[in-house]
């Protein structure tokens, strides 16, 4: 029933921009916290940003200060403002929404910095 829609992504040079944005549907979405996360090859996934349903943020040390997580509960978005973009910022792109029982995951979109 929830369905997340990523878009955004492509292949960037170090030290450009990009936004990610997901939107969401089937769920009260003021009332869910909204992250995003990454995965590289051979890698876990982690925590890039964070936001909670009462607008608190967090993020990964290694995105602290360039990228920006911002959500509008009109339009049931979340977007993920990402600047100064790193050849290790590489990775596939998750969109996450945590309801009241479940957790659900976008399909991922690929980010890729070149150097």
């Known amino acids: 029933q929830v369905q997340l829609v990523e878009s955004g992504g492509g292949l960037v040079q170090a030290g450009g921009s990009l936004r990610l944005s997901c939107a969401a549907s089937?769920?009260?979405?003021?009332?869910?916290?909204m992250g995003w996360y990454r995965q590289a090859p051979e890698k876990q996934r982690e925590l890039v940003a964070a936001?909670?349903?009462?607008?608190?943020?967090n993020y990964g040390d290694s995105v602290k200060g360039r990228f920006t997580i911002s959500r509008d509960n009109v339009k049931s978005t979340v977007t993920l403002q990402m600047n100064s973009l790193k050849p290790e910022d590489t990775a596939v792109y998750y969109c996450?929404?945590?309801?009241?029982?479940?957790?659900?995951w976008g399909q991922g979109t690929q980010v890729t910095v070149s150097s």
């Open positions: 089937g769920s009260i979405f003021r009332l869910n916290d």
């Open positions: 936001i909670t349903s009462g607008g608190s943020t």
């Open positions: 996450n929404l945590k309801a009241r029982w479940s957790t659900y």
